[in-house]
């Protein structure tokens, strides 16, 4: 295996993916990737990189969040570090901000620049793609959609999030949880469902998603009990529409045999031989 895939490989094997479906890469950890043996170092690079984020009128806090982690010393003394979870956006600043001499910046670049163009294809390149790789870029598409949206919940006073969350399943899918979906789909424990959709229900779930971030912004939802009647309204309507168009309901649409997560396994394996 040459360099970059090597270096592809240590890049995709630091990504973490929260419960919400949404990937992130932790500061310490690309440090070390990026061959910086001084965080202090690293950090001056990662503060280069918030200011150009800022600088492109983007929010920095969305994409560079801090947050604090227990390290344990030689001695066994656990001391409080400082990390940052980032988007593959604020890595991709961070790869142009660093040391250009180091041949593992330049593999980043390369790296974060080709991923983020993937999920940034025009209608005509999209028609070309198979099923599973449809399936692939929706189900980042809603990733993302579903961190837009849990930032507007947040600011709308959304604090029980799976209880909101189920709202707007509970919209579409015509009473069904996520806990019921997963179980219908025949998925084992804490599978996430995303990964088990087709194309079509992960666009259905998008436009559910991306409704109903502009609904709780547009009507300055400040209120739980609001948000979560939102979501459900707006996950029942999309299903009305579908009706009214003569579509399949979600519920009927198929489920992949091979879930996302098994098809990036199977991708991995592929690259390693």
Known sequence: ????????????????????????????????????????????????????????????????????????????????????KLTRYACYLIAQNGDSRKKVIALAQTYFAVQTRKQEISEKEYSLLTEDEKRFYQRDLTRKGNYSLN??????????????????????????????????????????????????????NLFRISQTEQKLKKDNIQSEKEANKTHYNIGKNIREVIAKNGGTMPEDLPTPQKSLKQLEKENKKSLQK
Do not use: P
């Open 1 to 84: 295996m040459d360099d970059i895939g090597k270096n592809n490989k240590s890049f995709e094997d630091i990504k973490h993916i929260d419960k919400n479906g949404i990937e992130f890469w932790y500061a310490r950890e690309l440090q070390t990737v990026l061959n910086y043996k001084e965080w202090r170092k690293f950090e001056n690079v990662i503060n280069k990189a918030k200011e150009a984020c800022k600088n492109s009128d983007i929010s920095e806090f969305e994409h560079f969040v801090d947050v604090d982690k227990l390290s344990k010393r030689a001695n066994n003394a656990e001391v409080i570090i400082k990390d940052y």
């Open 151 to 204: 930032q507007a919940a947040k600011n709308a006073g959304v604090k029980n999030f799976d209880k909101f969350h189920n709202s707007g399943y509970k919209g579409l899918y015509n009473g069904e949880t996520a806990d019921d979906i997963a179980k219908r789909k025949g998925l084992r424990y804490r599978e996430y469902i995303l990964d088990n959709m087709g194309s079509d229900e992960l666009i259905a």
